[in-house]
């Protein structure tokens, strides 16, 4: 497989979270709908209000299976308006979806939901998580049990509100050669419903050991996404508003990641957000792109191609076609 295969054409459906539970592909994207709202740089328009889960058996040709809607806007006592991007992992038997949303003030955090399933349904705790803040979660199982979730996004996603994970009185992003803005870290409690720790910067560097500045078109903006291969942390992310997606790779879950190339060229539509995950024995790069909304920015479609990637670990610049 090397041409890029839409999955779920018959909806519109972006930010894909794939993962493996027993043995089958799960899929957990956002969910795109003609809401009528005016286009905005900060994502006004992206009106999500509920998440499905998509499933397959065979990623080149099988069957999609809609498992429906796992968690709705009108569910979730604390939060506001717009479902964003989410992710889930298995811990002792039990599925928790974490995911992105606006408080009653319009202000983003995190959140949890649970279920004995990994189609759901899910059913989220009365709270955001404490001290949680910003947009696109993606949450790493480690080989020792471990997990951590990883957010953060620029613009709309409200991580230029934060330093030191404190809101500031106003927005604040670097430029030209400062440092750019991180991603954020935290290791989650036992329980999976709360951070263990106080979020950490996510730092991308370059081979000199120097944090990307803020005018590198490679620097981090939005969609984190962690994998592991034969020992390596490999942290992948989207660059926004240079519409590319690239990765760097790193010693352990905290980083530093040293950047190492660009993963996927930019695709038809403003945002890129991707996955990356193992199955049967391959690599797969999940993604989405507006090609089958006829140019439409905002009305994005789930796609999926194999990963290239090298013996030694190196991912090629792809093109989604």
């Known amino acids: 497989m090397k041409k890029a295969r839409y999955l779920f054409p018959s909806d519109y459906m972006a930010d894909p ?13 956002s969910h795109d709908w003609d809401s009528g709202a005016a286009f905005d740089d900060d994502g006004g328009h992206f009106e999500m209000k509920d998440y499905h889960v998509l499933s397959l058996d065979d990623v080149e040709d099988g069957e999609v299976t809609d498992h429906g809607v796992i968690l709705a806007l009108e569910d979730i006592p604390w939060a506001g308006r717009q479902l964003w991007d989410n992710d889930v992992v298995e811990k002792d038997g039990k599925y928790y979806l974490i995911f992105s949303a606006k408080d009653k003030n319009d202000v983003f955090h995190l959140g949890v939901a649970v279920s004995d399933r990994p189609e759901g349904p899910f059913k989220a705790q009365p709270d955001p998580i404490r001290g949680s803040y910003s947009i696109d979660p993606c949450v790493f199982k480690d080989d020792d049990g471990s997990v951590y979730t ?3 996004g620029l613009w709309g996603g409200q991580l230029q509100r934060y330093k030191e994970n404190k809101a500031m009185g106003k927005e604040y992003l670097p430029e030209g050669d400062e440092n750019a803005l991180p991603s954020r870290v935290a290791k989650m409690t036992d329980d999976m419903l709360q951070f263990a720790e106080e979020p950490r910067p996510v730092l991308v560097i370059d081979e000199n ?10 620097r ?3 969609a984190s996404w962690m994998h592991k291969v034969n020992g390596k942390y490999y942290f992948s992310y989207s660059t926004g508003d240079s519409h590319l997606l690239c990765y760097a790779v790193g010693d352990n879950p905290y980083g530093p990641f040293t950047y190492k190339g660009v993963i996927l060229e930019p695709v038809v539509g403003w945002t890129t957000h991707h996955s990356i995950v193992e199955y049967k024995g391959k690599w797969y790069l ?3 792109d507006c090609v089958p909304s006829n140019g439409v920015t905002w009305l994005r479609s789930v796609k999926v191609m ?3 990637m090298d013996s030694d670990g190196n991912i090629k610049t792809m093109r989604s076609e």
């Open 17 to 29: 979270s794939a993962n493996v539970f027993n043995g089958k592909l799960y899929i957990y994207p």
């Open 150 to 152: 990883y957010f953060g």
């Open 209 to 218: 050991g120097k944090p990307l500045r803020a005018d590198d078109p490679h």
């Open 220 to 222: 981090f903006f939005e």
């Open 286 to 288: 999940f993604h989405h």
């Open 306 to 308: 194999e990963l290239d």
